[in-house]
């Protein structure tokens, strides 16, 4: 405990706001800009994930499409049946679900 006095004690000219202090030294500004890394290099075997990608990119393109067509088809049998009003939050969900998956290239372009 009395090194922590002693620490407070030693310190206490420099927590008081009302004192000048002349052997204070500002501190330096911080650099401006974002440092450039470099494009950087892809990791061995890299060829192989870009094809999973590419092939997950393009099961979920299919599944969106396949998701509009399944309310599509369910508004045209309640509309049959005198319903079709609980579709617009289904048709929501897979419309947010495409502009997603379309914009998702475009965000991780912009990240990196």
Known sequence: MSTLMAALWEASPYL????????????S?????????????????????L??????????????VAGI?????????DHSRGGGRDHARGLGFVLGACL???SASGIVGALV
């Open 16 to 27: 008081q706001p009302h004192r000048q202090l002349p052997h204070v030294v500002a501190a």
């Open 29 to 49: 500004p911080l650099p401006s800009g974002v440092p450039d890394v470099g494009g950087g290099e892809a990791p061995p075997g890299a060829e192989d994930l």
């Open 51 to 64: 094809k999973v990608l590419r092939w997950v990119a393009w099961t979920v393109t299919a599944l969106c």
């Open 69 to 77: 067509f399944g309310v599509a088809a369910r508004m045209a049998v």
């Open 100 to 102: 997603l998956v379309g």
